[in-house]
C-alpha cells in the first residue's frame, strides 16, 4: 500500500486541521492505521492509531480530547481532526499503515510497514 498524507500548514495556537493519508494499492480495511509526529530535534513520537478489525482507536496523552483519528473505508482515506492547536504540536506528521494479522499496541513506529512521506504542521502566533 502508498500514503500520501495531506493538509498540513501554518496556523495559529487554538485553530484546528485536518490532515488526510490517501491511500492507493490496496484497501486501508486491511490494515491497523496510525500518526505519528516528529519534531525538530526529537523523535519519531506516537499521535494516533485506529484498529482494523473494529476501529478502536488510541491517543498520545498529549493530544486525547484534542485530536481525532478516522478512517473512510469507501474513499480508502485516513483522517487526524486537530483541534486547540498548541505550539508544542508543531512536527512533521506522518500516517502509517500495520499490517499484521495479530495483536498489536499501535503505538510503536516498529509495528508499522508502510509509512507516508509526511507533512508540515506548524502552530505559530
Known amino acids: 500500500v502508498q500514503l500520501q498524507a495531506s493538509g498540513g500548514g501554518l496556523v495559529q495556537p487554538g485553530s484546528s486541521l485536518r490532515l488526510s493519508c490517501a491511500a492507493s494499492?490496496?484497501?486501508?480495511?486491511?490494515?491497523?492505521m496510525g500518526w505519528f509526529r516528529q519534531a525538530v530535534g526529537n523523535e519519531r513520537e506516537f499521535v494516533a492509531a485506529?484498529?482494523?478489525?473494529?476501529?478502536?482507536?488510541r491517543y498520545a496523552d498529549s493530544v486525547r480530547g484534542r485530536f481525532t483519528i478516522s478512517r473512510d473505508n469507501a474513499k480508502n482515506t485516513m483522517y487526524l481532526t486537530m483541534n486547540s492547536l498548541k505550539p508544542e504540536d508543531t512536527a512533521v506528521y506522518y500516517c502509517a499503515a500495520d499490517k499484521t494479522m495479530i495483536y498489536s499496541t499501535m503505538t510503536e513506529s516498529r509495528e508499522y510497514d508502510y509509512w507516508g512521506q509526511g507533512t508540515q504542521v506548524t502552530v505559530s502566533s
Open positions: 494499492g490496496r484497501t486501508i480495511s486491511n490494515y491497523n
Open positions: 485506529i484498529r482494523r478489525i473494529n476501529s478502536s482507536t
